[in-house]
Protein backbone atom coordinates (compact mmCIF):
# COMPACT_ATOMS: atom_id res chain seq x y z
CA UNK A 1 0.00 0.00 0.00
CA UNK A 2 1.26 3.02 -0.81
CA UNK A 3 1.63 6.24 1.67
CA UNK A 4 -0.89 8.96 0.31
CA UNK A 5 -0.07 12.67 1.16
CA UNK A 6 -2.16 15.86 0.94
CA UNK A 7 -0.83 19.00 0.53
CA UNK A 8 -2.90 21.72 1.35
CA UNK A 9 -3.19 23.53 -1.50
CA UNK A 10 -5.10 20.93 -2.63
CA UNK A 11 -7.75 22.62 -1.37
CA UNK A 12 -9.74 26.23 -1.54
CA UNK A 13 -6.58 28.14 -1.18
CA UNK A 14 -8.63 31.20 0.14
CA UNK A 15 -10.33 28.69 3.08
CA UNK A 16 -6.39 27.11 4.13
CA UNK A 17 -5.60 30.52 4.63
CA UNK A 18 -8.92 31.61 6.56
CA UNK A 19 -9.03 28.82 8.92
CA UNK A 20 -5.33 27.92 9.31
CA UNK A 21 -3.48 24.88 8.41
CA UNK A 22 -4.45 23.01 11.64
CA UNK A 23 -8.50 22.81 10.72
CA UNK A 24 -7.47 20.32 8.03
CA UNK A 25 -5.43 17.84 10.18
CA UNK A 26 -8.35 16.11 10.98
CA UNK A 27 -10.22 15.81 7.85
CA UNK A 28 -6.82 14.36 6.44
CA UNK A 29 -6.34 11.75 9.19
CA UNK A 30 -10.09 10.89 8.80
CA UNK A 31 -10.46 10.05 4.98
CA UNK A 32 -7.14 7.22 6.26
CA UNK A 33 -4.26 9.86 4.40
CA UNK A 34 -0.79 9.31 6.10
CA UNK A 35 0.83 12.69 5.55
CA UNK A 36 0.16 16.39 5.27
CA UNK A 37 2.10 18.57 3.11
CA UNK A 38 2.78 22.14 4.72
CA UNK A 39 2.84 24.81 2.23
CA UNK A 40 4.95 27.97 3.70
CA UNK A 41 3.08 29.78 0.95
CA UNK A 42 -0.40 29.36 2.45
CA UNK A 43 0.83 30.02 6.32
CA UNK A 44 -0.97 33.41 7.52
CA UNK A 45 -0.17 34.57 10.82
CA UNK A 46 -2.87 31.80 12.71
CA UNK A 47 -0.75 29.25 11.76
CA UNK A 48 2.01 30.20 14.36
CA UNK A 49 4.21 29.31 16.13
CA UNK A 50 4.32 26.35 14.00
CA UNK A 51 5.60 24.17 16.84
CA UNK A 52 1.65 24.03 17.69
CA UNK A 53 0.58 22.99 14.38
CA UNK A 54 3.17 20.60 14.81
CA UNK A 55 1.41 19.00 17.78
CA UNK A 56 -1.49 19.01 16.29
CA UNK A 57 -0.24 16.60 13.13
CA UNK A 58 1.40 14.82 15.78
CA UNK A 59 -1.33 13.71 17.52
CA UNK A 60 -3.02 12.83 14.53
CA UNK A 61 -0.07 10.76 13.59
CA UNK A 62 0.52 12.12 10.26
CA UNK A 63 4.01 12.06 8.49
CA UNK A 64 4.93 16.14 7.24
CA UNK A 65 6.31 17.34 4.13
CA UNK A 66 7.08 21.36 4.10
CA UNK A 67 6.89 22.42 0.88
CA UNK A 68 8.75 26.19 0.77
CA UNK A 69 8.70 28.16 -2.75
CA UNK A 70 12.44 29.25 -1.84
CA UNK A 71 14.71 28.27 -4.11
CA UNK A 72 17.83 26.42 -3.61
CA UNK A 73 19.69 28.34 -5.89
CA UNK A 74 19.98 32.12 -6.71
CA UNK A 75 20.30 34.01 -9.70
CA UNK A 76 23.93 34.00 -9.24
CA UNK A 77 24.52 30.38 -9.02
CA UNK A 78 25.33 30.49 -5.48
CA UNK A 79 23.09 29.01 -2.37
CA UNK A 80 20.28 31.51 -1.74
CA UNK A 81 20.95 31.93 1.98
CA UNK A 82 19.23 34.01 3.44
CA UNK A 83 15.73 33.03 2.68
CA UNK A 84 16.90 29.76 3.30
CA UNK A 85 17.39 30.76 6.76
CA UNK A 86 14.16 31.42 7.07
CA UNK A 87 12.93 28.10 5.79
CA UNK A 88 15.51 26.23 8.25
CA UNK A 89 14.08 28.01 11.47
CA UNK A 90 10.78 26.41 10.00
CA UNK A 91 11.20 23.36 9.14
CA UNK A 92 12.99 22.81 12.91
CA UNK A 93 9.21 24.17 14.57
CA UNK A 94 7.61 21.65 12.61
CA UNK A 95 9.73 19.02 12.15
CA UNK A 96 9.28 17.70 9.37
CA UNK A 97 10.18 14.41 7.53
CA UNK A 98 10.61 16.05 4.08
CA UNK A 99 11.52 19.71 3.31
CA UNK A 100 10.69 20.11 -0.41
CA UNK A 101 12.28 23.04 -2.45
CA UNK A 102 12.77 23.70 -5.92
CA UNK A 103 16.11 23.55 -7.74
CA UNK A 104 16.54 27.59 -8.70
CA UNK A 105 19.32 28.63 -10.67
CA UNK A 106 21.98 25.88 -10.62
CA UNK A 107 24.70 26.13 -12.56
CA UNK A 108 26.89 22.73 -13.10
CA UNK A 109 30.29 23.02 -11.92
CA UNK A 110 30.33 26.33 -10.31
CA UNK A 111 27.20 26.03 -7.90
CA UNK A 112 29.24 24.39 -4.60
CA UNK A 113 27.42 21.65 -3.56
CA UNK A 114 29.47 21.52 -0.04
CA UNK A 115 27.28 24.49 0.66
CA UNK A 116 23.75 22.13 0.24
CA UNK A 117 25.59 20.10 3.00
CA UNK A 118 26.18 22.70 5.18
CA UNK A 119 22.37 23.86 4.66
CA UNK A 120 21.53 20.16 5.05
CA UNK A 121 23.60 20.09 8.41
CA UNK A 122 21.49 23.20 9.73
CA UNK A 123 18.04 21.56 8.93
CA UNK A 124 16.77 18.86 11.56
CA UNK A 125 18.72 15.53 11.22
CA UNK A 126 15.38 13.11 10.28
CA UNK A 127 14.40 15.79 7.97
CA UNK A 128 15.45 14.52 4.05
CA UNK A 129 15.92 17.46 1.46
CA UNK A 130 14.07 17.23 -1.61
CA UNK A 131 14.69 18.99 -4.72
CA UNK A 132 10.72 19.44 -7.09
CA UNK A 133 10.98 19.81 -10.48
CA UNK A 134 8.78 23.03 -10.86
CA UNK A 135 6.91 25.48 -13.35
CA UNK A 136 9.78 27.48 -14.47
CA UNK A 137 11.91 26.93 -17.48
CA UNK A 138 15.39 26.43 -15.25
CA UNK A 139 13.92 24.51 -12.48
CA UNK A 140 11.76 22.03 -14.68
CA UNK A 141 14.76 21.20 -17.14
CA UNK A 142 15.11 17.19 -17.25
CA UNK A 143 18.88 18.13 -18.03
CA UNK A 144 19.84 21.06 -15.65
CA UNK A 145 17.83 18.35 -12.90
CA UNK A 146 19.72 15.23 -14.08
CA UNK A 147 23.07 17.56 -13.77
CA UNK A 148 22.42 18.28 -10.28
CA UNK A 149 21.51 15.17 -8.74
CA UNK A 150 24.30 13.14 -10.84
CA UNK A 151 26.61 15.88 -9.01
CA UNK A 152 25.16 15.93 -5.96
CA UNK A 153 25.63 11.92 -5.66
CA UNK A 154 29.48 12.25 -6.95
CA UNK A 155 29.53 14.79 -3.84
CA UNK A 156 27.81 12.48 -1.76
CA UNK A 157 24.94 15.26 -0.91
CA UNK A 158 22.17 13.05 0.90
CA UNK A 159 19.24 15.06 -1.53
CA UNK A 160 16.43 13.51 -3.55
CA UNK A 161 14.00 14.14 -5.98
CA UNK A 162 10.39 15.04 -6.01
CA UNK A 163 9.05 14.05 -9.21
CA UNK A 164 5.75 16.22 -9.75
CA UNK A 165 3.62 14.83 -12.70
CA UNK A 166 1.95 17.90 -13.86
CA UNK A 167 4.54 20.47 -14.22
CA UNK A 168 6.57 19.16 -17.07
CA UNK A 169 3.61 20.13 -18.94
CA UNK A 170 4.25 23.79 -18.21
CA UNK A 171 8.17 23.61 -19.07
CA UNK A 172 6.80 21.34 -22.44
CA UNK A 173 9.02 18.39 -20.81
CA UNK A 174 7.85 15.08 -21.86
CA UNK A 175 7.34 13.32 -18.55
CA UNK A 176 7.51 9.66 -19.56
CA UNK A 177 11.45 10.65 -20.56
CA UNK A 178 11.45 12.75 -17.27
CA UNK A 179 10.73 9.77 -15.12
CA UNK A 180 13.83 7.38 -17.18
CA UNK A 181 16.23 9.81 -16.64
CA UNK A 182 15.30 11.17 -13.33
CA UNK A 183 13.89 7.78 -11.62
CA UNK A 184 17.01 6.96 -9.51
CA UNK A 185 16.74 9.96 -7.67
CA UNK A 186 12.59 10.29 -7.07
CA UNK A 187 11.83 9.27 -3.82
CA UNK A 188 8.38 11.30 -3.76
CA UNK A 189 5.53 11.86 -6.19
CA UNK A 190 3.13 13.93 -7.00
CA UNK A 191 0.25 13.24 -9.13
CA UNK A 192 -2.19 16.11 -11.34
CA UNK A 193 -3.03 16.43 -14.54
CA UNK A 194 -2.71 19.51 -16.60
CA UNK A 195 -4.71 20.50 -19.18
CA UNK A 196 -4.80 22.89 -21.72
CA UNK A 197 -7.55 25.04 -22.20
CA UNK A 198 -7.77 27.30 -24.93
CA UNK A 199 -4.84 29.37 -24.28
CA UNK A 200 -4.60 28.12 -20.13
CA UNK A 201 -3.50 25.36 -18.31
CA UNK A 202 -5.75 23.99 -16.11
CA UNK A 203 -4.74 22.12 -13.40
CA UNK A 204 -7.55 18.55 -12.92
CA UNK A 205 -7.55 15.67 -10.90
CA UNK A 206 -5.52 13.05 -12.26
CA UNK A 207 -7.69 10.33 -14.72
CA UNK A 208 -8.17 7.06 -12.71
CA UNK A 209 -7.48 5.03 -15.83
CA UNK A 210 -3.98 7.10 -16.07
CA UNK A 211 -3.21 5.56 -12.52
CA UNK A 212 -1.03 2.65 -13.54
CA UNK A 213 0.08 3.94 -16.31
CA UNK A 214 2.12 6.98 -14.56
CA UNK A 215 2.37 5.21 -10.80
CA UNK A 216 4.61 1.99 -13.04
CA UNK A 217 7.28 4.10 -13.49
CA UNK A 218 8.42 4.34 -9.81
CA UNK A 219 8.55 1.66 -7.46
CA UNK A 220 5.76 1.15 -5.15
CA UNK A 221 6.79 1.91 -1.64
CA UNK A 222 7.41 5.80 -2.59
CA UNK A 223 5.24 8.28 -1.48
CA UNK A 224 2.39 10.13 -3.59
CA UNK A 225 0.50 13.17 -3.08
CA UNK A 226 -2.29 14.44 -4.83
CA UNK A 227 -1.80 18.52 -6.08
CA UNK A 228 -5.42 18.03 -7.90
CA UNK A 229 -8.45 20.12 -6.59
CA UNK A 230 -10.13 18.18 -3.53
CA UNK A 231 -13.65 19.00 -1.55
CA UNK A 232 -13.96 18.06 2.13
CA UNK A 233 -15.90 15.60 0.92
CA UNK A 234 -16.14 11.58 0.45
CA UNK A 235 -14.47 12.11 -2.87
CA UNK A 236 -11.57 12.59 -1.57
CA UNK A 237 -11.41 9.82 0.79
CA UNK A 238 -11.72 7.77 -2.75
CA UNK A 239 -9.18 8.87 -3.87
CA UNK A 240 -7.27 7.75 -0.95
CA UNK A 241 -8.60 4.66 -1.06
CA UNK A 242 -8.17 4.01 -5.25
CA UNK A 243 -4.88 5.28 -5.90
CA UNK A 244 -3.19 3.83 -2.15
CA UNK A 245 -3.81 0.18 -3.61
CA UNK A 246 -0.94 -1.69 -5.99
CA UNK A 247 -3.26 -2.48 -7.86
CA UNK A 248 -6.10 -0.87 -9.84
CA UNK A 249 -8.04 -3.40 -9.53
CA UNK A 250 -7.83 -3.82 -5.62
CA UNK A 251 -10.46 -1.41 -5.31
CA UNK A 252 -13.03 -0.09 -7.41
CA UNK A 253 -14.12 3.78 -7.67
CA UNK A 254 -18.03 3.58 -6.99
CA UNK A 255 -20.17 6.85 -6.75
Known amino acids: MRKVIIPLNAFDQNLVKEQGHAHFVHFIKEIDAQGIEIRKELLTPRDYPLSQLNQVIRENELYTVFSAPVELWGEDGKLNQEPLNEVVAEVHQLNAQILKLPLGHYQNGQSELSEVNEFINQIPEGTKLMIENDQTLHGGNIQYLKL ?22 FTDEDV ?20 KQGTKLVTLPMPLDKKNEILQLFPNHLPIAFEFPLELDHTAKRYVDYFSKDDQE ?3 WSN
Do not use: C, R
Not at 152 to 163: I, P, S
Not at 182 to 187: E, H
Open 250 to 252: AVT
Open 176 to 195: IEAADQLKPYVQYVHLKHVD
Open 148 to 169: FFESALKENVDVAMTFDIGNWV
